[in-house]
Nanobody, 125 residues
């Protein structure tokens, strides 16, 4: 059974940094694409970043490009999201996702069939 467990969320001030972790278990993720999405209260879930497990191709939403960095540690089966220069508009619950490439694009929620429970990030101004 696949499990994705996020950690590392919290309350920070604008301009500060946080690193989120997603511990993945239950299968090998070779050939999978791993991603971070976020959802603010009253808003739809939106794509943040994605990385292909085997090759390491990376994709970012325009809103986080240059500030956030996604990476993965194959030995630890963990995906990270380093978030720098945080802004109040980054406040949201952050979700880890995993799925086999289905041709729907890394930014589509329909690309992923495994989701974590989320970790909250609050950025105060």
């Amino acid at each position: 059974q696949v499990q994705l467990v996020e950690s590392g969320g919290g309350l920070v001030q604008a301009g500060e940094s946080l690193t989120l972790s997603c511990a993945a278990s239950g299968r090998t993720f070779s050939g999978y694409i791993m991603a971070w999405f976020r959802q603010a209260p009253g808003k739809e879930r939106e794509f943040v970043a994605a990385i292909t497990w085997t090759v390491g191709n990376i994709y970012y939403a325009d809103s986080v490009k240059g500030r956030f960095t996604i990476s993965r540690d194959k030995a630890k089966n963990t995906v990270y999201l380093q978030m720098n220069s945080l802004k109040p508009e980054d406040t949201a619950a952050y979700y880890c996702a995993a799925g086999r490439p289905l041709g729907r694009g890394p930014s589509s929620t329909g690309q992923y069939n495994y989701w974590g429970q989320g970790t909250p990030v609050t950025v105060s101004s």
